[in-house]
Each structure stands twice: as structure tokens, then as C-alpha cells.
């Protein structure tokens, strides 16, 4: 049985649980490095191979945790490094409810978590590490982040608008009644 597979079955009962596990709780020892790969597309890649199974990569996504800038999955009881291209999620729709300060932007990943651009799940317009260019993310769950997909950020750019912040003219979108300054069109309509 492959580490991945043994790393699977560890996982079931949690899947059959409500909601989230409590991943910033656990603090197991370091196992190991896993050969898995979440690339920037989104894609999971385990020995080289991607995991076309979408019910496994959302369990994964469950115990996925970061620690000083690395990516673990982890269980209460072990915790094995990954390799994260750029973000481990990729945001792949977006929906907006409401008008005005009411509006919500609701974004869902590529495995199935949902969240509302709000004061804890920011937008952010920041360098790509795997490509270098200016590109939005939006938080997810703790300090695990979601690359807005070319799509959606067309879709967030539509619903945009320049604002002064600081001083400055920003453009940017609002949602629960917080805007989310993207940067200067220049920076926006430039990236990735």
C-alpha cells in the first residue's frame, strides 16, 4: 500500500464528521516528505501521477495545513511535507449576492470550499511565486490561500471599481462591506 493510499484509509472516518478537522490543533511529529505535488493549475499529483479522483483530493484538502511558510497533510497523529507550486487551491467560480455595501462575493474552489470575501477570507493582489506576476488570491482558511483563476478575476474586474485609498486611487472590488483595494489599473489589467 502506497503512503498516499495508507495516508487515505487514516482519513476515512473524518470524511463521515461535520465540517472541518481541527488541523490548528494538531501538532504531530514530522514523518516525511510525501511525493505529492499540488500544481498551480490545481491539479494533485502523486508520483508523478495526477489523483483523478476528486472525493480523494477534497479529503486531502481537509487536513491540509501550513507551517512557516510549508505545506503538510496532516493527521493528530503524523504530519508529512507536500510540495505547493503556488496556492493549494485554485478559486474557480464566483458568484456576487446582494448591491452596494450588501454585496458578498462568494468564491468556490477547485475542491468545493465556498467562502465570502469578508475582513477574514481578504482578497489580495500579490506576485505569483510560480510565475512571478501580479496575480489575486483570496484566503480560504487559515493560512491556506486560493489563486483566482483568469476566469473569475475577468469576473472580478467587471464588478470593480476605483476607489481613493490612502490617498491613493485603487481599483478594486467590495464585498460584506469592505473593499479590497487590487492595486493601480496598470497593475491589475496586467495580470497573470
Not at 52 to 60: D, H, I, K, N, P
Not at 74 to 95: H, N, Q, Y
Request: aromatic residues 8%.
Amino acid at each position: 500500500m502506497t503512503d498516499l493510499m495508507r495516508y487515505a484509509a487514516a482519513l476515512a472516518d473524518a470524511e463521515k464528521g461535520k465540517g472541518l478537522p481541527p488541523v490548528e490543533r494538531w501538532n504531530p511529529d514530522y514523518c516525511g516528505e510525501i511525493d505529492l505535488v499540488i500544481r498551480r493549475d490545481g491539479t494533485w499529483v502523486h508520483e508523478g501521477t495526477p489523483i483523478g479522483r476528486a472525493r480523494l483530493v477534497r479529503l486531502f484538502s481537509t487536513v491540509l495545513k501550513v507551517e512557516n511558510g510549508r505545506h503538510f497533510l496532516v493527521t493528530p497523529v503524523e504530519k508529512l511535507g507536500i510540495e505547493v507550486e503556488d496556492a493549494p487551491f485554485v478559486a474557480v467560480l464566483m458568484r456576487a449576492e446582494g448591491e452596494g455595501a450588501a454585496r458578498r462575493l462568494i468564491f468556490t474552489t477547485n475542491v468545493g470550499d465556498e467562502v465570502t470575501a469578508d475582513a477574514d477570507h481578504e482578497i489580495v493582489f500579490r506576485k505569483s511565486p510560480a510565475s512571478g506576476a501580479k496575480a489575486p488570491y483570496i484566503r480560504v482558511r487559515a493560512d491556506l490561500w486560493a489563486l483566482v483563476a483568469r476566469s473569475v478575476f475577468y469576473d472580478l474586474v467587471a464588478l470593480g471599481e476605483t476607489r481613493k485609498v490612502d490617498g491613493e486611487e485603487m481599483f478594486g472590488v467590495e464585498s460584506s462591506g469592505r473593499f479590497f483595494p487590487l492595486g493601480r489599473a496598470s497593475e491589475v489589467f496586467d495580470a497573470d
